[in-house]
């Protein structure tokens, strides 16, 4: 099932989904608009470590450095794997998982 790193990342990632579950009665990661909801929830709760980015603000008013592209596409694809191995739970169709770049893309452009 993977290394004991890669699995807490995917219970991590479950974690928050749960939680957001919690918060969004209904929600499914098989709906593309939830999907990018979450995507963004998850942009807001990570600081950014590049110098040079952008600023957002989060909800409570504080101001963080923007996470980059790459980190919310990993942070997406850890949540993907860890879905698929929660027992009970459907595989994520294509339609929302292969649109994680041009999704996180927008979740960048909202946050900044």
């Keep these: 099932m993977g290394n004991y790193a890669t699995v807490s990342l995917y219970a991590q990632m479950l974690t928050i989904w749960d939680e957001f579950g919690e918060r969004n009665p209904g929600a499914t990661p098989h709906d593309l608009e939830t999907a990018k909801r979450f995507v963004t929830v998850v942009a807001r ?3 950014g470590v590049i110098a040079a ?3 957002i603000a989060r909800r409570d ?15 997406w694809k850890m949540f993907i794997c860890g879905w ?7 595989k994520i169709s294509p339609e929302v998982t292969l649109s994680d770049k ?3 893309y927008l979740v960048l452009r909202i946050l900044i």
Excluded: F, M, W
Excluded at 61 to 66: E, M, N, Y
Excluded at 84 to 90: D, E, L, M, S, Y
């Design 84 to 90: 698929a191995r929660r027992p009970g739970n459907c």
């Design 61 to 75: 008013g504080t101001v963080i450095k923007a996470p980059d592209l790459s980190y919310i596409s990993h942070e």
């Design 102 to 104: 041009y999704s996180h």
């Design 53 to 55: 980015a952008a600023t």
């Design 45 to 47: 709760a990570c600081q």
